[in-house]
């Protein structure tokens, strides 16, 4: 007897689970900064590049970004409550200890000389976006303001990412191959900003 159930595509199967986790993971990575959201972007854009639906790697934007700037806004509003909190709160204490003193003044420096142009270039930065995010708390930034500068900013990071899975996934033949690439990469400049702010410290020495 013949199924008049259709068979589910792989393909089909994927996205209808993968873009759900990856807009529960980037937003989950930007509320709490130990998820690397950029390495996720990347590789979902690696899977992207091998599918042959429409609009995967426009999906792939769309959800990255708006998930980011989703995470992004709350993690700024739960800031602003802490802040206005007489004993402040744990989100405001996470951002605290991942914006090092010397990160938070330079970011207060460049948040006033540059404002908003700053929070755009922070989320391409690594380990910039909290010293920056902390900045604008800081200097009492309302949630409009920041939400007009964080759009854009999220816009960015997503395309910069999504652009290393690309080339990831057109360097090699094999989906996988492709992702461990871009993982490799993106790890990489993570790690730049700790490496380089380690040798100006031995230098100094």
């Known amino acids: ?7 589910v595509a792989p393909e089909s199967t994927q996205q209808a689970i993968g873009y759900p986790s990856l807009f529960l993971l980037v937003l989950i990575g930007a509320l709490v900064p130990v998820v690397p959201t950029g390495a ?19 999906l792939v934007f769309v959800t990255a970004s708006l998930a980011a700037f989703l995470g992004d806004v709350a993690l700024y509003w739960l800031g602003r409550r802490g802040m206005r909190s007489r004993n402040g709160s744990r989100w405001l ?12 003044a330079q970011a207060q420096r460049k948040l006033a000389d540059h404002g908003v142009a700053v929070l755009v270039l ?19 930034w309302p949630l409009r303001r920041f939400v007009r500068g964080n759009l854009p900013a999220c816009l960015a990071w997503a395309v910069t990412y999504q652009l290393i899975g690309v080339l990831g996934g057109s360097l090699f033949a094999e989906p996988w191959e492709g992702v461990l690439a871009a993982v490799v990469l993106t790890v990489l400049i993570s790690a730049v900003p700790s490496v380089w702010r380690r040798l100006r410290g031995t230098a100094a020495e």
Do not use: W, Y
């Open 40 to 58: 996720l972007v990347s590789s979902a854009a690696v899977v992207a590049v091998h599918q042959t639906a429409p609009f995967s790697m426009a």
């Open 122 to 140: 922070s989320r391409l930065m690594p380990a910039g976006r909290l010293p920056v995010m902390l900045a604008c708390l800081l200097a009492q």
């Open 1 to 7: 007897m013949l199924s008049v159930v259709p068979a």
């Open 93 to 104: 204490e996470a951002i605290r200890s991942r914006a090092p003193e010397d990160r938070l």
